[in-house]
C-alpha cells in the first residue's frame, strides 16, 4: 500500500518483525498484538486515479499501549513494504495512536496528490467536564499568531453539519464567520476544508457575537483542542 522510503542504516525504518517505524540498532519488541478489541475510530474517502477508495484507522490495546493501523475498506490492511507483518503505529493513549495513523495517511495522500473527502471520526461526544470555560489564563504567554484566511469550515454540536468560513487562524483558536453562532462554552466538531484534504477539529466556544454590526462578521471565536499535524504544519506554513 505504500512506497518504500529510501534511507540509511541510521535512520527510522519500517520493521519487517514488529511493523513499527524504530531505528535498526533498537531491540524489536516482534510481537504487538491486540490485547482489547480492535475497534473503527477514522475513516476518509480518498480520491485516486483509479476511483474513489476507503481509508480507515482502526484501534486496539496492546498491553499498556495502544496500538492503531490502516485499512483499505473492506478489509485490506496497509503492509510493511517487503515483509509479512501490517503497519502499526503504538503510543501511550488512544487519541496519539489514531493521529499517527492519520497523519500517516495524510502524507501518503499528499505524497500522490490524492484528495482526502468526508472524514469522520469515530469517538464518543466530548463531555462538557473536559472543558473549563473561562478559566485562569496564562497572561504572560504571548498570544499565538493569527492569519486572515477565508476557508470552509462546518461545525455542530455533534456532528459538523453547519457551514461557515474561518476568518483567521492560529495554532491555538480560529474564527468561525457565520449567522448561527453557539454559545459560549459550547463543545464543537469541526471540518475544515484545505487544499488537499478535510481536517477534523474539535474545540469550544470562547466568545460569540450575535448581534449584528456593519464593520463586524457575526460568528464566534474558537479554542481548539490538540489540533492535528496537518492543521498546526499548515498555520506554520502561514507565517
Same mark, same amino acid.
Given at each position: 500500500?505504500?512506497?518504500?522510503?529510501?534511507?540509511?542504516?541510521?535512520?527510522?525504518?519500517?520493521?519487517?518483525? #514488529?511493523?513499527?517505524?524504530?531505528? *535498526?540498532?533498537?531491540?524489536? &519488541? /516482534?510481537?504487538?498484538?491486540?490485547?482489547?478489541?480492535?475497534?473503527?475510530?477514522?475513516?476518509? $474517502?480518498?480520491?485516486?486515479?483509479?476511483?474513489?477508495?476507503?481509508y480507515?484507522?482502526?484501534?486496539?490495546?496492546?498491553?499498556?499501549?495502544?496500538?492503531?493501523?490502516?485499512? /483499505?475498506? *473492506?478489509?485490506?490492511?496497509?503492509? %510493511?513494504?517487503?515483509?509479512?507483518?501490517?503497519?502499526?503505529?503504538?503510543?501511550?493513549?488512544e487519541?496519539?495512536?489514531?493521529? @499517527?495513523?492519520?497523519?500517516f495517511?495524510?502524507r501518503? #495522500?499528499?505524497?500522490k496528490?490524492?484528495?482526502?473527502?468526508?472524514?469522520v471520526?469515530?469517538v464518543?461526544?466530548?463531555? =462538557?467536564?473536559?472543558? +473549563? +470555560?473561562?478559566?485562569?489564563?496564562?497572561?504572560?504567554a504571548?498570544?499565538? &499568531?493569527?492569519?486572515?484566511?477565508?476557508?470552509?469550515? =462546518?461545525?455542530?454540536?455533534?456532528?459538523?453539519?453547519?457551514?461557515g468560513?474561518?476568518?483567521?487562524?492560529?495554532?491555538?483558536g480560529?474564527? +468561525?464567520?457565520?449567522?448561527? &453562532?453557539?454559545?459560549?462554552?459550547?463543545?464543537?466538531?469541526?471540518?475544515?476544508?484545505?487544499?488537499?484534504?478535510k %481536517?477534523?477539529?474539535?474545540?469550544?466556544? $470562547?466568545?460569540? @457575537? $450575535?448581534?449584528?454590526? *456593519?464593520?463586524?462578521?457575526?460568528g464566534?471565536?474558537?479554542?481548539?483542542?490538540? &489540533?492535528? /499535524? %496537518?492543521?498546526?504544519?499548515?498555520i506554520?506554513?502561514?507565517?
Amino acid at each position: 500500500m505504500i512506497d518504500k522510503a529510501p534511507g540509511a542504516t541510521n535512520v527510522l525504518a519500517w520493521c519487517s518483525l #514488529c511493523g513499527t517505524e524504530h531505528l *535498526p540498532e533498537l531491540t524489536c &519488541p /516482534t510481537q504487538l498484538g491486540a490485547t482489547g478489541p480492535e475497534k473503527p475510530r477514522w475513516r476518509v $474517502a480518498v480520491e485516486t486515479p483509479h476511483g474513489i477508495r476507503g481509508y480507515g484507522v482502526l484501534v486496539a490495546e496492546s498491553g499498556a499501549r495502544w496500538r492503531s493501523r490502516i485499512v /483499505t475498506f *473492506p478489509n485490506v490492511l496497509w503492509m %510493511v513494504p517487503g515483509g509479512g507483518e501490517t503497519l502499526k503505529f503504538m503510543a501511550k493513549t488512544e487519541d496519539d495512536a489514531i493521529r @499517527r495513523a492519520v497523519d500517516f495517511i495524510r502524507r501518503h #495522500c499528499l505524497t500522490k496528490g490524492y484528495t482526502m473527502r468526508d472524514e469522520v471520526q469515530f469517538v464518543a461526544p466530548l463531555e =462538557r467536564k473536559m472543558v +473549563v +470555560v473561562g478559566g485562569p489564563v496564562d497572561r504572560s504567554a504571548p498570544p499565538a &499568531p493569527r492569519f486572515e484566511r477565508r476557508l470552509p469550515i =462546518r461545525f455542530g454540536r455533534s456532528r459538523p453539519t453547519l457551514l461557515g468560513h474561518t476568518g483567521n487562524l492560529s495554532e491555538t483558536g480560529l474564527f +468561525v464567520a457565520t449567522r448561527t &453562532p453557539l454559545s459560549d462554552g459550547e463543545l464543537l466538531g469541526l471540518s475544515l476544508e484545505l487544499e488537499h484534504c478535510k %481536517v477534523p477539529l474539535r474545540g469550544s466556544v $470562547a466568545w460569540h @457575537r $450575535a448581534l449584528r454590526n *456593519p464593520s463586524l462578521n457575526l460568528g464566534m471565536g474558537l479554542r481548539l483542542f490538540n &489540533p492535528p /499535524t %496537518v492543521y498546526v504544519d499548515y498555520i506554520r506554513a502561514l507565517a
